[in-house]
């Protein structure tokens, strides 16, 4: 699955994704402005988390079709 993240801070960000049973799957560097992820995952929800220097930012779901 292919999917992008903007990253509108000026702090180098990180972000993790996470499959259904919430072990960490993947887990890469935000810089500044538009990040593309090219993923070779199963289809299926998959949750990420995005963390800064001050902790927690935000968190959501993608789905993989």
């Known amino acids: 699955g292919r999917f992008s993240f903007e ?17 960490a799957v993947f887990q890469s560097a935000l810089n500044f402005g538009l990040t593309d992820f090219d993923l070779s ?6 949750y990420y988390k995005v963390r800064g220097k001050d902790g927690f930012i935000c968190s959501g779901k993608l789905l993989i079709q």
Do not use: H, Q
């Open 7 to 23: 990253n509108a801070r000026s702090e180098v960000l990180e972000i993790t994704l996470f499959d259904i049973r919430g072990l």
């Open 41 to 46: 995952f199963e289809k299926g929800l998959y």
